[in-house]
């Protein structure tokens, strides 16, 4: 059975950094749509970043360009997200997602979910 496992989030000052990890099992890594997604309480879940894992080809919600990066590392058949110079509205529930081929990089529809990891920045 598919499984998708996210870890490192935790409760961090406004402009500091966390890295999560999302470990994957039970399935191929290759060729795959992962992403990072959030939901904060009251409101609907959003894509942060997703990245195809074939070729590596990464895209970015306009809210977290230039502060997270998202990347791969397919030994490990993990992903990661790096969080930069975080705001107090990055405050979610962070999930990992993957879908099967055909996918797209920013969708919403996904095949299998993480249970999530806390993210909390106090200003």
């Known amino acids: 059975q598919v499984q998708l496992v996210e870890s490192g989030g935790g409760s961090v000052q406004a402009g500091g950094s966390l890295r999560l990890s999302c470990a994957i099992s039970?399935?191929?890594?290759?060729?795959?749509?992962m992403g990072w997604f959030r939901q904060a309480l009251g409101k609907e879940r959003e894509v942060v970043a997703g990245?195809?894992?074939?070729?590596?080809?990464?895209d970015y919600a306009d809210s977290v360009k230039g502060r997270f990066i998202i990347s791969q590392d397919e030994g490990k058949n993990t992903l990661y997200l790096q969080m930069s110079s975080l705001k107090p509205e990055d405050t979610a529930m962070y999930y990992c997602?993957?879908?099967?081929?055909?996918?797209?990089?920013?969708?919403?529809?996904?095949?299998?979910w993480g249970q999530g990891t806390q993210v909390t920045v106090s200003s």
């Open positions: 997602a993957a879908a099967k081929t055909p996918c797209a990089r920013m969708s919403r529809t996904r095949d299998y």
């Open positions: 039970g399935y191929t890594y290759y060729n795959f749509c």
């Open positions: 990245i195809y894992t074939g070729t590596g080809v990464t």
